[in-house]
Each structure stands twice: as C-alpha cells, then as structure tokens.
C-alpha cells in the first residue's frame, strides 16, 4: 500500500512530463517546403503562400508640375503637390456660388492667416491661405457654396496651411 502512494505522484509526473513533450512536438511547424504551391484551395483556409501585391495605382491631379496646390472646381477636389506627385489628397471642397464664383486660373499664395476675420463677411477663417486677393482657402462648411473662397475640411485646411508658403503656385482648374 505505501508503495503504491509513493508510485503515484511518480506516474503523474511522468504523464505531464508526457504530454509536454508532445505538445510541444506537435507545436513545432514543419520545415519544408509546401506540397503545392498557394497551399489547399479549400473554401475558408487562406492560401499558404500571400499572393503578390499589387499596388495601388498613383493618386494623379489635373494641374501642371509647378503646382503646390491644386483645386478642380468640377469634381470640388483639392491636392497638394510636390514635382507633379500628388502629396495629400484628394480633400473635398466647395468654392463660390452664381455671383461669387471662383475663378479659374495660375496664382500665387499671397499670405497666410491661422485665425483670419473676414471684415467683409464676419467670419473666423482658420487656416486661411489668401492666393486670388481677398479668396483664400480655409475651414468651412463644404456643403454650402461660398463668397468665392474655398472651403475645406479642417484637416484639408490645416494641410494646405503648413504645406503652401507664399510664393507657392496654386492651379484652380474647372
């Protein structure tokens, strides 16, 4: 009887050493190559080998090379640029209403505001970049048509903001 007490915890101790050990030989993957190639084409169970990646076609915009800034008042879509890459964008626009309209054409960034107030219109125009006289792009209201401004999205705005410096070539295109 002691005999058997003593033989007991010995035999659990053998049964988890055990079966630790073929856990981990189960564990341990196999170090050959695949049977074929792209693994089982079984519904569910991914491929053993990724299939190539195909990237993603270039972002384009509509303007010339010398271009920083970009905007097509057709599409009400803006880019910034560097060289004729495209560097952010597309971001949504809106810009002038019948009356108001945005013109069409090459200009240069005149100034930047942060915080701008308009004393034609009283409103804050943040992140304002002033490239066409008294139009500017800035944060507003991309669903409504504007004064002729280009209103962006807060994180268009900011982008155009730090990106473009005075000096800096802006396209608007139709």
């Known amino acids: 009887m002691k005999c058997q007490l003593r ?21 341990v993957p196999a170090q050959g190559e695949p049977l074929w190639p792209g693994g089982p084409d079984i ?3 991914p491929p053993l080998i990724a299939p190539p990646l195909i990237p993603p076609a270039p972002v384009v915009a509509p303007c010339s090379a010398e271009a920083r800034g970009c905007m ?4 009400n879509e803006a880019w910034l640029m560097d060289n004729g890459r495209v560097t952010y964008g597309p971001t949504p626009i809106s810009h002038g209403r019948p ?11 005149d100034f930047k505001r942060e915080d701008h107030w308009s004393t034609m219109h009283h ?5 304002a970049v002033f490239f066409d006289g008294d139009i500017a792009t ?12 280009i209103r962006m999205t807060p994180d268009g705005a900011r982008e155009f903001f730090y990106y473009l410096s005075p000096g800096d070539i802006i396209e608007v295109v139709p």
């Open 7 to 27: 033989l007991r915890p010995l035999a659990r101790l053998a049964l988890l050493i055990g079966t630790a050990v073929t856990g981990l030989a189960v564990a």
């Open 72 to 75: 097509r008042l057709s599409t």
């Open 138 to 149: 800035h944060i507003g209201p991309i669903e409504e048509q504007s004064h002729g401004c």
């Open 123 to 127: 409103v804050w125009m943040k992140y």
């Open 99 to 109: 009356g108001y309209l945005t013109r069409v054409g090459v200009f240069d960034v």
């Open 43 to 45: 519904p569910g169970v």
